[in-house]
């Protein structure tokens, strides 16, 4: 009978040892995970935004190789600038109400 009490509160003190451990293995492990979680939501949101950013770069570098043609300088100088020629004469659009 003392054999069975030991055993008793020796599996008794073991489920609460066990308990405590587990305890403290799911208060230290939860904040991880969630942490884990959540960078890992940002990451994906990050390379969504690469892709977007990525496109607008070959956009823009397109436009840049476009511009630096003479012919396309010319076209912004005469229409955005108001440029002209040596020996043309510059006619102002009326536009009337």
Known sequence: ??????????????????????????FSIFPRAKTIYELSLRKDALLEQQKIVEVQNKELSIKLKQSEQLQEVEKIAREKLGMIKPGEKYIVPVEEK
């Open 1 to 26: 009978m003392a054999n069975q009490k030991k055993k008793a509160k020796s599996s008794r003190a073991k489920m609460v040892v066990l308990s405590i451990v587990g305890l403290v293995l799911i």
